[in-house]
T-cell receptor, first 107, second 119 residues
Framework: DIQLTQSPSFLSASVGDRVTITCRAS??????LAWYQQRPGKAPKLLIY???TLQSGVPSRFSGSGSGTEFTLTISRLQPEDFATYYC?????????FGPGTKVDIK | QVQLVQSGAELKTPGASVKVSCKAS????????FHWVRQAPGQRLEWMGW??????????SQNFQGRVTITRDTSANTAYLELSSLTSEDTAVYYC????FGTGWFDYWGQGTLVTVSS
């Protein structure tokens, strides 16, 4: 199985900050990675797929990059509604697997 | 608009089975796959398996092999997850998710169904 790790596991930031989250895969997965946002008590929401393609309707302050084993999710200017937990997911092999999550909290 | 509406919360005793439903609307049911993903308290998301809504073909995670069955009823636009031999470790929120064919990402999620296993 492909293992995913995320760093940091928790970060505290302010509205307007630029935030970067890293996801690392235990083996190369090309660009087959997605990012999701989960607000408390809600289902996850797809933000980005194929490492850098923005899902329809997602604000352009979200961006993704990377290939192989290292990927990043960047939020250019953090908004109040962005305080949530973010998960990466590999799309390369079954079983599909997720990272442990990065919680973005208000400083 | 696309909606996935899941059945309500369940309380089960150890050893029992649970069946969760997921009714889809707002798009062509057989044009996509359905996957099931669960999230135990404080844990990461865990993929369980998927079904091709058109053909009915399925694939399951080895972590649940023999305990999980995913089915669909095309006349009702509904997918189902059945999990047997429940233990307390199966206590989790279970999500159905829509998956465009040929991809691995999940573009729409159900609201989640809490399954609690307790004696």
């Amino acid at each position: 199985d492909i293992q995913l790790t995320q760093s940091p596991s928790f970060l505290s930031a302010s509205v307007g900050d630029r935030v970067t989250i890293t996801c690392r895969a235990s083996q190369g997965i090309s660009n087959y990675l997605a990012w999701y946002q989960q607000r408390p008590g809600k289902a996850p929401k797809l933000l980005i797929y194929n490492a850098s393609t923005l899902q329809s309707g997602v604000p352009s302050r979200f961006s993704g990059s990377g290939s192989g084993t290292e990927f990043t999710l960047t939020i250019s200017r953090l908004q109040p509604e962005d305080f949530a937990t973010y998960y990466c997911q590999q799309l390369n092999n079954y079983p599909l697997t997720f990272g442990p999550g990065t919680k973005v909290d208000i400083k | 608009q696309v909606q996935l509406v899941q059945s309500g919360a369940e309380l089960k005793t150890p050893g029992a089975s649970v069946k969760v439903s997921c009714k889809a609307s707002g798009y062509s049911f057989t044009g996509y796959a359905f996957h099931w993903v669960r999230q135990a308290p404080g844990q990461r998301l865990e993929w369980m398996g998927w079904i091709n809504a058109a053909s009915g073909n399925t694939q399951y995670s080895q972590n649940f092999q023999g305990r999980v069955t995913i089915t669909r009823d095309t006349s009702a636009n509904t997918a189902y997850l059945e999990l047997s031999s429940l233990t307390s470790e199966d206590t989790a929120v279970y999500y159905c998710v829509r998956n465009p064919f040929g991809t691995g990402w999940f573009d729409y999620w159900g609201q989640g169904t809490l399954v609690t296993v307790s004696s």
